[in-house]
């Protein structure tokens, strides 16, 4: 079956960088997109950036000029690039095949398992 699989958290001190990967395996969905969202203890799921399959991004205010989305069609992978990392960017990251960053809209077997992110001061 068609899956989600993302890698490369970790825990940095802030200022660091880390990248994350989303790999889908098994199929393919029928959106072409993926988003990128983080939830971190005791919040809502945020979204974080945006992909579409024509290339176009788009972040969230809080993570704009510091975060990159980016994808490898012929890897079926999406990364995000995350520089100048802070102490509240802690939190589980999570892939979607999505075309928006409203984690409601998301189904439920479109999500990847997460990867943590624990960012130090």
């Known amino acids: 079956q068609v899956q989600l699989v993302e890698s490369g958290g970790g825990s940095v001190q802030a200022g660091g960088s880390l990248r994350l990967s989303c790999a889908t395996s098994?199929?393919?969905?029928?959106?072409?997109?993926r988003g990128w969202f983080r939830q971190a203890p005791g919040k809502e799921r945020e979204g974080v950036a945006l992909?579409?399959?024509?290339?176009?991004?788009y972040y969230a205010d809080s993570v704009k000029g510091r975060f990159t989305i980016s994808q490898d069609n012929a890897k079926n992978t999406v990364y995000l690039q995350m520089n100048s990392l802070k102490p509240e960017d802690s939190a589980m990251y999570y892939c979607?095949?999505?075309?928006?960053?409203?984690?409601?809209?998301?189904?439920?077997?479109?999500w990847g398992q997460g990867t943590q992110v624990t960012v130090s001061s």
């Open positions: 979607a095949a999505v075309c928006s960053l409203r984690p409601g809209l998301v189904p439920t077997n479109y």
């Open positions: 098994g199929g393919t969905y029928s959106v072409n997109c």
């Open positions: 992909i579409y399959s024509g290339g176009g991004t």
